[in-house]
């Protein structure tokens, strides 16, 4: 009975310890299973379908709750050891040129926001690429994402006839991932022409 007793709080104590691992060891799993299948936030960021090179998909374009009425333009001469921006402040749209991404030493930059509801901007030179990527920002506060919170991607299409503003549907070529923090939405733009937000592919009724 004596040699018992003295092996009963060992025995105990193991126990205890081995309880307690265990319980440490599932709470461990539980959280790294809880990181690994939590779903991303969608103003993290939003990744686009992407398309075969040359293929043409139509895609909704993401509609500014007031239209506009005609083209916005800016222009701006920037030099490749400098670079800088180029914004319209009304609609709170802004091109980033980082510094060393002109092709060339000096080069002047055209932003035209596209007439309609669309969010569309049309940008010279036209078929200029970059050694680096440039930066656009866009609000979408004052867009119908307020309303419906659906995954936006960017766009590329090469001529302004492939923007349907009536039907709010335009042809793109090139499907790019964006960005979205609060309501600043960023696409990395690497070739001009032209740009615009997608909502959604029309053939998956998005």
């Not at 959280?31 to 939590?38: D, F, H, R, Y």
């Not at 503003?165 to 991932?177: D, L, P, R």
Request: proline fraction near 5%; charge should be positive.
């Amino acid at each position: 009975m004596r040699h018992s007793s003295q092996k009963t709080p060992f025995t105990v104590r193991l126990r205890v310890l081995l309880g307690a691992a265990a319980i440490a060891v599932a709470a461990a799993c539980s959280s790294e299973s809880a990181t690994a299948t939590a779903p991303a936030e969608l103003d993290v960021a939003v990744r686009a379908n992407t398309l075969p090179p040359g293929q043409a998909r139509k895609v909704l374009g993401l509609e500014r709750l007031t239209a506009v009425s005609k083209p916005l333009t800016v222009s701006k001469r920037f030099t490749a050891k400098d670079g800088g921006t180029l914004a319209l402040s009304d609609l709170n749209v802004k091109l980033t040129i980082p510094k060393g991404a002109l092709p060339r030493d000096t080069m002047t930059i055209t932003m035209t926001v596209i007439p309609g509801k669309i969010v569309a901007y049309d940008f010279e030179p036209h078929g200029t690429k970059f050694l680096k990527s440039l930066t656009l920002s866009v609000d979408v506060k004052a867009t119908k994402h307020a309303l419906k919170k659906s995954p936006l991607f960017g766009g590329y299409f090469k001529s302004n006839a492939q923007v349907d503003a009536a039907n709010g549907v335009v042809t793109i070529t090139e499907a790019i991932s964006a960005s979205l923090k609060g309501n600043i939405l960023t696409l990395n733009l690497w070739h001009f022409s032209g740009w615009m937000v997608s909502s959604g592919f029309v053939d998956e009724g998005i």
